[in-house]
């Protein structure tokens, strides 16, 4: 597990919750690239801090906690803050920025649900209907 300990050395919150730290090391065992992985960890990482401000546990999260998150990068401000001249400068990621960290959290949920700790995924699939009107309405902001 020495890829998963450098992992949890530059991010320690991924030490703090045992089945992200799984799910990343049978990521890296599957041969991934390391700078897949390494996005893979950010993006875990940045949501299982929002988890832990929340005081949640991710295994028993619900699409609520997933609109925090999303919130969150939508609304942080830009690492070069006034420095930036456009009409939407100043806050929240690109959406292609937030798709790319949605995705270590939705392959984290596909993992928990094979594992059997979960039933279903927070986090849909562009395209993909939910499975509820309730659903629909908490996942649009998935679907850019």
Not at 60 to 74: G, K, S
Not at 96 to 118: C, H, K, N, S
Not at 122 to 127: D, E, F, H, K, T
């Amino acid at each position: 597990m020495s890829g998963t300990t450098a992992l949890t050395e530059k991010r320690p919150v991924l030490g703090r919750h045992e089945q992200a730290a799984v799910w990343l090391q049978i990521w890296t065992d599957l041969g991934r690239a390391p700078r897949t992985i390494d996005a893979y960890a950010r993006g875990m990482a940045e949501y299982l801090l929002m988890c832990e401000r929340e005081d949640v546990d991710p295994i028993t999260a619900n699409r609520a906690h997933i609109a925090v998150y999303v919130r969150e990068l939508t609304s942080r401000p830009h690492r070069r803050g006034a420095n930036v001249i456009s009409i939407d400068s100043g806050a929240g990621l690109a959406n292609a920025t937030i798709q790319q960290r949605l995705v270590p959290v939705r392959l984290f949920y596909d993992f928990l649900m094979e594992e059997g700790l979960r039933e279903s995924n927070l986090v849909g699939r562009a395209g993909t209907p939910p499975a509820d009107e309730a659903a629909a309405s908490n996942a649009a902001w998935c679907r850019g």
